[in-house]
């Protein structure tokens, strides 16, 4: 790839964000450190943790409401079970591929938010009441991430 001036790869970034991408990680390889466009890149390097977090927050909201649809959605339950469980193991699987320490750490305090969203989705869902379910969330963050089930429902 031909070198650019700093002022190229800035305008690069802002008409084709994949080869500006691309010529930043060959400056970046290349330690040719005075030619990045600093700016962008850590807008970029902020958005792909942002991008993390959201993903994995919204794999815990999906993690909450299958569980809570397998817990209480009785009049669904024996046609749905098998879905509902094989999207948990997805859900799963997927955080457990994305997730790591900080992403942890930044998680845990906002399972309760989480939990409040998943359950006004549920409760949308099913038209089941809200009293219906723990108006907390009944879940711990192990119990969401790993292979869980409440013990009524294991196989």
Same mark, same amino acid.
């Given at each position: 790839?031909? %070198?650019?001036?700093?002022?190229?790869?800035?305008?690069?970034?802002?008409?084709?964000?994949? /080869? *500006?991408?691309? %010529? =930043?990680?060959? +400056?970046?390889?290349?330690?040719?450190?005075?030619?990045?466009?600093?700016?962008?890149?850590?807008?970029? /390097?902020?958005? +792909?943790?942002?991008?993390? +977090?959201?993903?994995?927050?919204?794999? /815990?909201?999906?993690?909450?409401?299958?569980?809570? +649809?397998?817990?209480?959605?009785?009049?669904?339950?024996?046609?749905?079970?098998?879905? *509902?469980?094989?999207?948990?193991? %997805?859900?799963?699987?997927?955080?457990?591929?994305?997730?790591?320490?900080?992403?942890?750490?930044?998680?845990?305090?906002?399972?309760?938010?989480?939990?409040?969203?998943?359950?006004?989705?549920?409760? @949308?869902?099913?038209?089941?009441?809200?009293?219906?379910?723990?108006? =907390?969330?009944?879940?711990?963050?192990? @119990?969401?991430?790993?292979? *869980?089930?409440?013990?009524?429902?294991?196989?």
């Amino acid at each position: 790839m031909k %070198a650019l001036t700093h002022q190229a790869l800035q305008d690069l970034y802002a008409t084709d964000n994949y /080869l *500006w991408l691309e %010529a =930043t990680i060959a +400056l970046l390889r290349q330690r040719e450190f005075d030619g990045l466009d600093l700016n962008n890149l850590i807008e970029e /390097l902020e958005d +792909l943790g942002k991008r993390d +977090l959201n993903k994995v927050r919204s794999l /815990l909201r999906q993690i909450m409401v299958h569980l809570l +649809l397998l817990a209480h959605w009785r009049q669904e339950y024996a046609t749905n079970y098998r879905h *509902w469980r094989s999207e948990l193991i %997805a859900f799963r699987d997927d955080v457990n591929n994305t997730l790591t320490t900080s992403l942890t750490n930044k998680l845990v305090p906002e399972i309760e938010r989480i939990y409040q969203i998943a359950l006004r989705q549920v409760v @949308q869902k099913t038209g089941l009441l809200e009293t219906t379910f723990s108006l =907390t969330c009944p879940y711990s963050f192990d @119990q969401l991430v790993t292979d *869980w089930y409440p013990d009524d429902l294991a196989d």
